[in-house]
């Protein structure tokens, strides 16, 4: 499956954003995605992931209550909805596909797309 990052861009603190990941292949709704973030000299974290109904649901402490990850499984595409956005928000942000087993280890998905910047200022 091939995944395509967009909706970064440059935005104040207090603002809001929508990431959008597109996926190619038929079989985008049977996968859990999830969106990671990452600064320079940083590992990649977790921020959220989404089970492939929907269903379930997973946050970082970090952006629980300000973002919100959802999907459309008719279109290929998940969403981050980022509100309340900090300058500490500021990272690539990746979406990935397909874990093995915990939706929260980056090292257990098996495709990545190619990232977008997210970059708030204060």
């Known amino acids: 499956v091939q995944l395509q990052a967009s909706g970064g861009g440059l935005v104040q603190a207090g603002g809001s954003l929508r990431l959008s990941c597109a996926a190619s292949?038929?079989?985008?709704?049977?996968?859990?995605m999830g969106w990671f973030r990452q600064t320079p000299g940083e590992e990649r974290e977790f921020v959220a992931a989404?089970?492939?109904?929907?269903?379930?649901?997973y946050y970082a402490g970090a952006v629980k209550g300000r973002f919100t990850i959802s999907r459309d499984n008719a279109k290929n595409t998940v969403y981050l909805q980022m509100n309340s956005l900090k300058p500490e928000d500021t990272a690539v942000y990746y979406c990935?596909?397909?874990?093995?087993?915990?939706?929260?280890?980056?090292?257990?998905?098996?495709?990545w797309g190619q990232g977008t910047q997210v970059t708030v200022s204060s």
């Open positions: 292949g038929r079989t985008f709704s049977s996968y859990t």
């Open positions: 989404i089970s492939w109904s929907g269903g379930s649901t």
């Open positions: 990935a596909a397909d874990p093995h087993v915990s939706p929260v280890v980056q090292y257990e998905y098996d495709y």
